[in-house]
């Protein structure tokens, strides 16, 4: 008896050892824009090695656009992407949108990051608001560069161990969200100034709405999660066009926190804590601009 038993506990203790990690596949679109902006391989890469050091976490990165290998969404917890958006996103290319869909019927989550959680109208709007709950639409959201004021944060398990912070970036607002805000809770908002509204009216500049909920005094959401009625969970965050940005713990703190609780992973009671050198911020940035090579003869 005592062999047995001493035998199922190893049995029991090798099966915990070989326990499967939490997945998050980490998708970085294409170098965009000039150095230090839309680095998405460079931010990617550095959520992957903060959520690395969390036993259990198992952060994969694909870097310049959706995977050709969709394989490697199998047994994903969560998928996140920070890339480009509009007509060149890497979700709405090809059939990776549908492939995406057979993902969040199972209930994998989902985070879009800054650009990313821009779709076009007429390819990807639906199912951005399905999926994450939020998403940019063109004629009715903005994106100036500010400076918000998180002052106010909410209880969720996203804002675990963030302090209110303020930070300069090109914040969209105005999102288009789910009916009635249904299964959503913002995570961070803040009142523009009018200031945000002074170019003229257009897709991504102006319109009537934007400028007359500004004029109300109505706080802005530019980061939020999402529940779907399936149990998946979705996460939108509009900021991270610099890079310099993820260098304020808090900001990081929020996306870091988010990637955990769309896949499904408990947060931190003081969420993800993690130290990060100087290096490590400036690390795989994409290389821009320079001079440009010598043409072949």
Not at 108 to 124: C, F, N, R, S
Not at 202 to 218: L, S, Y
Not at 232 to 250: D, I, K, S
């Amino acid at each position: 008896m005592k062999t047995i038993t001493i035998l199922a506990v190893t049995v029991l203790m090798s099966a915990m050892s070989f326990a499967a990690d939490t997945k998050i596949v980490l998708i970085a679109g294409r170098a965009s824009h000039g150095p230090g902006a839309h680095e998405h391989n460079a931010g990617m890469l550095l959520f992957q090695k903060c959520l690395n050091q969390i036993p259990g976490i198992k952060a994969e990165v694909y870097s310049g656009g959706f995977p050709k290998d969709l394989s490697v969404l199998d047994g994903a917890a969560a998928v996140a992407i920070y890339s480009d958006g509009g007509g060149g996103h890497p979700a709405l290319q090809g059939d990776n949108l549908a492939t995406l869909g057979k993902h969040m019927d199972k209930g994998v989550g989902l985070a879009l990051i800054h650009y990313a959680v821009e779709p076009t109208k007429d390819k990807g709007e639906k199912e951005f608001l399905n999926w994450v709950g939020g998403c940019f639409e063109i004629n009715w959201s903005v994106n100036p560069f500010w400076t918000a004021n998180f002052k106010d944060l909410p209880k969720h398990p996203i804002t675990r161990g963030v302090k209110p912070f303020s930070m300069n970036d090109e914040w969209y607002y105005h999102m288009r969200f789910a009916d009635d805000m249904k299964g959503v809770t913002p995570i961070l908002f803040d009142l523009p100034g009018p200031d945000t509204l002074k170019r003229k009216d257009g897709p991504h500049e102006g319109n009537p709405a934007v400028r007359k909920d500004v004029a109300d005094g109505k706080p802005q959401t530019v980061a939020w999660a999402y529940e779907r009625a399936n149990g998946g969970r979705g996460f939108g965050f509009t900021g991270g066009h610099n890079h310099t940005g993820w260098a304020e713990e808090n900001m990081r703190r929020v996306v870091l926190n988010a990637l955990l609780w769309v896949a499904k992973v408990d947060v931190p009671e003081n969420g993800v804590q993690v130290t990060l050198t100087e290096d490590d911020l400036k690390a795989n940035l994409d290389v821009k601009g320079g001079p440009k090579p010598a043409k072949k003869k």
